[in-house]
């Protein structure tokens, strides 16, 4: 499948502001189950953009601007051709949750075990997790059990939360948006020592009629680790197993290790932010 992505975040701050350091993380990534075509990221007032690969190898970008400014518009371009992820023919059941004790000492596995900035680990987690779990031994029906209690238990509302919200508050309210639900599930998962991993990225809702929550833009799911299989994604905000519709951007611990638009500024207090994302599915190579 072949997308292009539009995505645009303006601020627009009520007075000069002087100097501001910022972060995004806007390429998709380079994987198996995508090849990022092409990726023009630009920022006004204009700067050059230093480019690096962070912890987790997702391709980021440092800027700076220097000169007083009431606006800053970050705008990026891509276009993504993306490949099937699973086989939902024959789904990867088969490790169980006594296997999981393998996975503790792997490198690409050790961090996603542990607590993070937005994830604890409290028993309170653990007997939700375990209650949800029920009778399974097998850890992708245990993670689809987990992604089905979300999405059929928890409240999509806008505006109950904000991107500070940990997940011990989600699981608590019951209420959020798409990256409360990834944090929620994040936090679930871990807690049954499953490698879980928060993913940011978009997707494409190719369904009739567009019912899918959180299509047009950005959007948040988990990577459960499956031993022989590797990542399988999960998107507790939609109930879905992710498939080729879905577009990576970057993979870590839980938000902040994944923020597409990140900084500081001097000057000013308050800040008026509008992101704008669009996501069209091209039907042959132009």
């Not at 680990?121 to 209690?149: K, P």
């Not at 989600?170 to 879980?196: E, N, W, Y």
């Not at 290790?257 to 000057?267: L, M, R, S, W």
Request: proline share 5%; hydrophobic share 35%.
């Amino acid at each position: 499948m072949r997308l292009r992505i539009h995505h645009r975040t303006e601020y627009t701050y009520p007075q000069p502001v002087s100097e501001s350091a910022n972060e995004v993380r806007l390429k998709p990534r380079q994987n198996r189950w995508q090849d990022c075509d092409s990726c023009l990221i630009s920022v006004l007032p204009a700067a050059p953009l230093t480019p690096y690969l962070d912890l987790y190898q997702n391709q980021a970008h440092r800027f700076q601007v220097t000169e007083p400014h009431i606006r800053l518009v970050v705008d990026s371009r891509a276009r993504v051709t993306t490949k099937p992820r699973i086989d939902f023919e024959q789904l990867p059941y088969g490790m169980t949750i006594s296997d999981l004790k393998q996975l503790q000492e792997l490198e690409s596995c050790y961090p996603f075990l542990q607590p993070s900035h937005y994830i604890s680990l409290d028993r309170e987690i653990w007997r939700q997790a375990v209650d949800i779990q029920g009778q399974s031994t097998d850890v992708f029906q245990t993670a689809y059990a987990i992604m089905e209690h979300i999405f059929d238990v928890y409240d999509y509302r806008e505006g109950t939360t904000v991107v500070s919200t940990p997940a011990h508050e989600v699981i608590q309210q019951k209420t959020g948006v798409c990256q409360d639900f990834a944090h929620a599930m994040v936090a679930l998962c871990r807690s049954l020592r499953m490698p879980t991993r928060y993913v940011s990225g978009y997707f494409f809702d190719a369904t009739h009629d567009h019912h899918l929550r959180g299509s047009q833009a950005s959007h948040a799911w988990a990577e459960v680790y499956l031993k022989d299989v590797g990542w399988v994604g999960f998107d507790p905000t939609n109930r879905k197993v992710v498939d080729e519709t879905y577009i990576t951007l970057a993979i870590g611990r839980d938000y902040q290790d994944v923020a597409p638009v990140a900084g500081t500024f001097y000057g000013g207090s308050e800040t008026l932010l509008n992101v704008d994302v669009s996501i069209r599915r091209l039907e042959r190579a132009i």
